[in-house]
Each structure stands twice: as structure tokens, then as C-alpha cells.
């Protein structure tokens, strides 16, 4: 098991590689949940996540030998990029196995950073396996996501970087996929205050973690999808679930909606990125997940890497999730002025028109009717509420979608 000496040690050996990020005091946050809480923002990392400091770590570890045969890994995200900017910054000659459906970008950027590109399999596990077949015949060393004494070491110096930098914090919330994070985090900050509370938060689709505990040992989870991909981990390590049984104090869930919320909360009220696996501390606390308060807690922005059209969908969903978006289905007389007419309603109200679709064809109304759609954009639930009860009051058949 991974110890304290561990973690010192894997500080030491990457000293000058890796950034010490700042953690710093989120007031919009704080205000919004009623706690003191802070942020340490590994998004600002080279590769843009925590994993570089779990890939170098492993790195460091290996032999002259293993180093001129090379690595290889399987990702489609963060801990691909980690292991290619480092093995590359080394010399050390690197494989990336990623699914056949991995989104051009992220190919090209592990490529761009040094390491060969191979895609196999449809999904994660079938890209994992082929990499360890590819392992095995090459005599390349497999860097393990998660599931690595040298791996776990390397994300618990985040830990002890935290605890530095925020002594008084309480709790620490943390993302949870595989558990390398959270168990880094939990055997450092233990050591040093063995007083704090170590929370886990995972997908709601897959609490992999949670599961592992209850039935006393990893196993799979049906495949599930969600927003916060970097944590959509299906079974987690025989290590990290050793260690997180022992040091973990709480888990909680949070799905798609809690994570979006949280991502336009940090893009509008923190100015900051996040990836929606790196944003699930946020929207654990957000959520009242976790009775936290009047306490002094800190989180994890743990990467921030997300595609400019996710985060498109996300900015709009989370525009309608706290009602700044909506879109309304009116029946209306088909005649002359009278979309001017429901336009000067909206507008009564000061909710700004972003889209209107004016629909007779398939209008499931009389001849004399027509089906409008209003898209608007309104300030919250209560005015768009005022909205509704302004268009009804001028007869308006008005239908919220």
C-alpha cells in the first residue's frame, strides 16, 4: 500500500516539472453554499489536468531498460496527455491506445504532445485491453491510470500541496473515476491532519467506488453514460479501493444537471474552465450534497480539458436548469399583427427573444390558429414564471416545454 514516505518522495523526484497550482478562496462559491471554500486549480497544469503528476511519477520510476523499450497507455483524455508530454520531455518512446471513437482533437493533441496514436477497440475497456496485449508482446511497460503505487503517489502530492496551502480546511472534496486521486489525497492529508474529512463524489450513473465498498471488492458496473467522462470509470482498483475502504470518510452521487450547473458556475462566477469529470467537487457542494456548512472546505478543479462544443451544450443547459432559458409552445389567432402582438408581451416583461418558430402547417389547432415557439432568454425561474402568467392573462394558450 502507498505511504506517506511514498508521496514525499514522488514530490522530490518531479521538483520543477510539475506546477504547484494555487488554491484559492471561491467567494461566489462560498456565498452560494454558506462555507469558506476554496479551489486549487489543477486545470492550470500544462496538460490541463491533475494525471501528469501520476504519469511522471510512474515514469521516474522506471529502469534505463524499461525507459529505452518505451510505454504504453490506455486513454482517451487527461492521462493520455500526461504520459505523452512527459515520456516525451524524457525521451522516452510512448504508445497511446484510444478507442476508435475518441474525438479527433483529443488524437491529435496526445499526438501533438510525442507519443504514436494507435486506435483500437469502441470503448475504453477494449482500448485497455489492447494495450496490454500491445504490452505484452512489445515488452512495453504499462502505465495504469489509476491502479499504480507509483500513480497514486504521484496525485497525492496534490494532497500535500493542499494541506499546505490551506491548513484549516475541514474536508476536502474530491472527484472520484478509478480512485488514484482520492486515495493519494486521503493517505497524504491523513498524515498531516488526520482530523480532516476526505469526501468522494462520483457519477451517479457509475458509483463505482460506493459499489466496490458495499460488496466488499472491485467488480464492473453496467456501461452508463455522462458529462463528466474523466470519471466514468466502470471498476475501480483493487489499490485505491484498499485504501479508500480504510480512508475515505463519506461518498456522495451527483448526475448530469448537478455537473452542468456547476461548469457555468465556474466559467461565470469563477472565471475558469472545467471538464465535467473536474467540476463534480463543485457540484457536490452546489447540490447540497454534503452538510458543509459554516465549515471551511476545500475542492478540486482537477482538469479542464472540454471540448468548445460541450461546453456549448453545457452553457445552454445550464441556462435552462436555473431558468434563464426557456421556450414556450403558444396558441395563437392567425391573423395580421398578432406575432407583433406576442412579441410586445415578452417584451412587457423585459425576457429577450432569441428565436421564434411559427408553425401552420402541422398546427394541431383550427384553420383560424397557429403554433408559435418562443425561445427567450428571462433572468430566472420567477421571471420567466411572470412570463407565462403575463401571456395567459392576454389569453394566450401557453404550453412551457
Not at 138 to 157: E, L, N, R, W, Y
Not at 268 to 297: Q, W
Not at 319 to 336: A, H, N, Q, S, Y
Not at 346 to 367: C, I, K, W
Request: charged letters at 25%.
Amino acid at each position: 500500500m502507498v505511504t506517506f514516505a511514498d508521496i514525499e518522495a514522488a514530490r522530490r523526484g518531479f521538483a520543477g516539472a510539475i506546477k504547484e497550482t494555487p488554491c484559492r478562496r471561491a467567494d461566489a462559491l462560498s456565498e452560494a453554499v454558506g462555507a469558506d471554500c476554496f479551489v486549487k486549480f489543477e486545470n492550470l497544469q500544462h496538460t490541463g489536468s491533475f494525471k501528469c503528476r501520476g504519469a511522471l511519477t510512474k515514469l521516474l520510476a522506471l529502469s534505463p531498460d524499461e525507459r529505452r523499450t518505451g510505454v504504453i497507455a490506455a486513454s482517451a483524455g487527461n492521462h493520455a496527455q500526461g504520459v505523452a508530454y512527459h515520456a516525451a520531455r524524457l525521451g522516452i518512446p510512448a504508445t497511446i491506445v484510444m478507442p476508435v471513437g475518441t474525438p479527433l482533437i483529443k488524437v491529435s493533441r496526445t499526438s501533438a504532445l510525442g507519443a504514436s496514436v494507435v486506435l483500437d477497440g469502441d470503448n475504453y475497456d477494449e482500448a485497455f485491453a489492447a494495450a496490454e496485449a500491445a504490452a505484452a508482446k512489445s515488452g512495453a511497460t504499462m502505465i495504469h491510470p489509476f491502479d499504480d503505487d507509483h500513480v497514486i503517489a504521484g496525485q497525492g502530492t496534490l494532497g500535500l500541496e493542499l494541506i499546505e496551502q490551506h491548513p484549516y480546511a475541514e474536508a476536502i472534496v474530491v472527484p472520484v473515476g478509478g480512485g488514484g486521486l482520492i486515495a493519494g489525497i486521503a493517505t497524504a492529508a491523513k498524515r498531516v491532519k488526520p482530523t480532516v474529512r476526505i469526501i468522494g463524489v462520483e457519477p451517479a450513473v457509475l458509483p463505482s467506488m460506493q459499489r466496490a465498498i458495499a460488496e466488499g471488492g472491485p467488480f464492473a458496473l453496467p456501461k452508463a453514460t455522462t458529462i463528466a467522462d474523466g470519471i466514468a470509470v466502470r471498476k475501480v482498483g483493487q489499490r485505491t479501493y484498499e485504501i479508500c475502504r480504510e480512508l475515505v470518510d463519506e461518498w456522495v452521487t451527483v448526475d448530469d444537471d448537478d455537473i452542468a450547473r456547476a461548469i457555468l458556475h465556474l466559467l461565470e462566477k469563477e472565471k475558469t474552465v472545467a471538464e465535467g469529470a473536474g467540476a463534480a467537487g463543485v457540484a457536490a457542494l452546489l447540490a447540497g450534497k454534503i452538510d458543509i456548512r459554516g465549515a471551511n472546505v476545500a475542492t478540486l478543479l482537477c482538469g479542464g480539458n472540454i471540448d468548445v462544443n460541450v461546453i456549448s451544450r453545457v452553457i445552454e443547459r445550464g441556462l435552462v436548469e436555473t431558468g434563464r432559458l426557456c421556450r414556450f409552445e403558444i396558441k395563437m389567432p392567425d391573423k395580421p399583427g398578432a406575432l407583433a402582438e406576442l412579441l410586445k408581451c415578452a417584451a412587457s416583461v423585459r425576457a429577450n427573444v432569441v428565436e421564434v418558430h411559427h408553425e401552420r402547417a402541422f398546427s394541431p389547432g383550427t384553420l383560424g390558429e397557429v403554433l408559435v415557439e418562443l425561445q427567450v432568454e428571462t433572468r430566472g425561474h420567477d421571471h420567466v414564471e411572470k412570463l407565462q402568467a403575463v401571456l395567459s392573462e392576454e389569453g394566450y394558450v401557453v404550453k412551457r416545454m
